[in-house]
């Protein structure tokens, strides 16, 4: 299958990092199919670089689930069972309003203005991937001064990959996703912890609940 890929090198990211997200966000949006195989030499190819960076950038694409390496064959785009998703977001709905509730009890004012900044970004950009981008840093933003190591790893853990890209499948879901955000942070302002937490249940809930509708309905 051909796939006509861009690639931004006007950015900060590395080059085997855009490549990751630029096939990524492929994979998310169907140009390459459960079962494709992913030819580095075209890949190289159509993104303008050479075979290293590729290299790099599909043993990323293995770690997050994306694709797994076979003898002979090389990297296959693999499918995300519908029993996969449902566990993903289970897990996330249980755990992460956990490690928000541990988190804001460190939270001040300059995290606030950061968290309210990303909001106003968020609404100004047009741009699904941009929106990803700063999606991330958000929920990364809310979490990050949770003590407990290991559920932090088991977090990172869940929300890499897949998560984080389903903008990608639910365009018509993101201004949802913004109200939800200005939400949480009004809830932190007046130091309601539990209600914070609260939202976030339900904010992926039910980004959960609308990507298995949509997958299901293909």
Known sequence: ?????????????????????????????????????????ELAKSL????????????????????????????IVREFSVKEIEEIYFLRSKFEPLVVKESLKFINTNIIQQLENLIEEMNQTKEVSKFIELNIVFHN???????????????KNLWTGFPQQ?????????????????????????????????????HIIRAGNQVLENIKNK
């Open 1 to 41: 299958m051909t796939v006509n890929l861009k690639l931004n090198t006007q950015d900060l990211e590395t080059i085997p990092v855009k490549i990751c997200r630029v096939i990524r966000e492929a994979i998310i949006k169907g140009d390459f199919q459960p079962g494709e195989r992913l030819i580095q030499d």
């Open 141 to 155: 933003l809310l979490i990050k001064d949770c003590p407990w190591e290991k559920l932090n790893s088991f977090i």
């Open 166 to 202: 389903t903008p990608h499948l639910l365009p018509d879901q993101i201004e949802v996703s913004k109200q939800e955000h200005k939400a949480m942070i009004e809830a932190i302002k007046v130091g309601n912890d539990q209600l914070v937490c609260e939202i976030m249940e339900r």
């Open 48 to 75: 303008g670089v050479s075979r290293m960076p590729i290299r790099e950038a599909i043993k990323q694409l293995e770690a997050e689930g994306y694709v797994t390496l076979e003898p002979h064959k090389g990297a």
